[in-house]
């Protein structure tokens, strides 16, 4: 990319994060692109808390909600190719105990897709008792012959992925093998499972503001629906239900893998920079082609069922939805259409672009409501072209 480009791409962020501070309450945030394995643009500003006592700096971290499932997935699918499984393969294979409840033909595919039915836990279950989730999901029926509807698997599926994990590799869990297999050797600031010395580095999260005409979108209004499927997905299981649980080291360090992460912008954007540079980081290589192929390829696209908007699914991560003539429904995650990633609850994103071999990540305190992207995150996004 010429010098002259990156300029116009950094002034273009700049002012568009900048805005974000004086137009839209941002309070503390940071956004890193990386361009064929190098970072072209890293801004940070703002303060880790309302009360302005610690700046927010580039090293600054902070919880980043489901943008953990992204790193997660690809962790799962290394393990996946290594022990020999594909998509096809039913996960009873791996996991004998969860055909319980008639699960014995889902397959990996669809529990990657959001298409296993397995959002809901009829058993209420605490998060933090990792083998009584376990035996919930095991004893779990679906809530839709599976491959039928997509639903979005907000807090169980960190728990299905992390179960793979070590029963293929043996691992103590889904985090520990990520840190062995990535964050070590690559040196990335970006943690499932955080170590209580580096919580010093983690900025405070707040809730986002309630507005009047959120009450209106479909995805609100089932969220606040006793019973239905939507506010049973994010209590499934139950704990963690409040922004500010998410401060307490407690809640950080056991590394769930649907919304435990922790990091900073640069971190998740390396991370995924390695993905868009063809799997290889400073000359070595981390994910195969086949991983890549899975990453990058639309499995399911559907109305879901959780989220009530137009999602596409491919191995473990978010796509754009398109339409019948392949042109994109929404740019969360830039204009390539190989692009691929994860965003999370209240702003937060990550993504590969492999087209383009760019990286994109921006992690902030101040969140907003929502399952997706709002402004804030979508004005960075289109300010990458």
């Known amino acids: 990319m010429a010098s002259t480009d990156i300029g116009n ?4 962020l700049t002012d568009a994060f900048e ?34 006592t610690q700046p927010w700096t580039e090293d600054s971290m902070v919880p980043v909600w489901s943008a953990t499932k992204g790193p997660a997935a690809v962790i799962c699918l290394v393990a996946m190719e290594e022990a020999g ?5 039913r996960v009873c294979e791996i996991w004998p105990e969860f055909a319980g409840g008639g699960k014995q033909d889902v397959t990996l595919r669809q529990l990657l897709s959001h298409t296993a039915g ?28 599976p491959g039928t509807q997509q639903g979005y698997h907000a807090r169980t599926f960190g728990f299905l992925l992390d179960e793979i994990v070590r029963r293929l590799t043996g691992a103590s869990s889904l985090g520990a093998h990520f840190h062995e297999r990535f964050r070590d050797p690559m040196g990335i600031d970006f943690w499932i499972g955080l170590p209580q010395e580096l919580m010093s ?32 997905t994010f209590a499934s299981p139950a704990g963690l239900s409040a922004v500010q649980e998410m401060n307490r080291y407690e809640s950080l360090a056991p590394g769930y893998a649907s919304m435990g992460g922790v990091g900073s912008a640069r971190g998740l ?14 000359g070595r290589r981390y994910v195969s082609e086949t991983v890549l192929s899975w990453l990058e390829t639309t499995i399911s696209q559907q109305e879901d069922a959780v989220l009530h908007a137009p999602i596409a699914f491919a191995a473990g991560v978010m796509k754009d939805a398109v339409d019948a003539s ?8 830039g204009s390539g259409v190989r692009a691929f990633g994860h965003p999370g609850a209240g702003g937060s994103l990550a993504f590969a672009d492999p087209g383009r071999k760019l990286s994109f990540a921006y992690v902030m305190n101040q969140m907003e409501l929502g399952a997706l992207p709002g402004e804030r995150t979508l004005s960075l996004v289109r300010a990458l072209g």
């Open 19 to 52: 805005a974000n501070f004086c137009e839209r309450g941002e309070i503390g945030a940071s956004v890193s692109v990386f361009i064929e394995g190098e970072e072209v643009v890293h801004l940070s500003q703002g303060h880790t808390t309302r009360e302005r």
């Open 201 to 232: 580095r983690v900025a405070t999260l707040y809730p986002g503001k309630l507005r009047p005409e959120l009450g209106k979108e479909p995805f609100f209004q089932a969220f606040n629906a006793r019973g239905s499927v939507t506010s049973r």
């Open 9 to 12: 791409l950094k002034q273009a």
């Open 118 to 145: 397995l959002s809901v836990l009829d058993e209420a279950v605490p998060m933090n008792d990792y083998a009584l989730v376990i035996a919930a999901i095991e004893k779990q029926a679906p809530l839709f012959p």
């Open 326 to 333: 392949g042109e994109k429904l929404r740019n969360i995650y």
């Open 85 to 89: 499984i594909s998509l096809e393969s």
């Open 269 to 282: 954007a390396s991370f995924y920079a390695m993905l868009a540079q063809g799997g290889e980081w400073r």
